[in-house]
């Protein structure tokens, strides 16, 4: 099990970007949650195994259809124990 703090800089914010994510979240099993950022990123807390986090990884850096990734950052965290993946309006 693994932890990874992602953020995904384009134009990823009014294009679908969280909703997607978590759609393909709940497929993959990986628990955390998407919120967007003031500054037009989103930003990804995630935890799974690796190959997941891999997928997840995979479809970050694409996005949904009108999404235009423009780069992404990850680094490993500390392990949160997520019980499911939301689609936050704000960080708590």
Same mark, same amino acid.
């Given at each position: ?14 294009? +679908? +970007?969280?909703?997607?994510? =978590? ?8 628990? /955390? ?9 989103? +930003? ?18 694409? /996005? ?16 949160? /124990? ?7 309006? =704000?960080?708590?």
């Amino acid at each position: 099990m693994k932890h990874l703090n992602i953020e995904v800089y384009g134009e990823v914010q009014g294009v +679908y +970007y969280r909703l997607t994510c =978590k759609a393909v979240a709940d497929q993959l099993g990986i628990k /955390g949650f998407v919120v967007n950022r003031p500054d037009g990123s989103v +930003y990804i807390e995630a935890e799974g195994d690796s190959s997941t986090l891999e997928e997840l990884l995979e479809f970050c850096q694409e /996005g949904p259809d009108r999404a235009e990734v423009k780069s992404l950052t990850q680094e490993e965290g500390p392990l949160r /124990g997520f019980k499911n993946f939301e689609v936050l309006k =704000k960080i708590k």
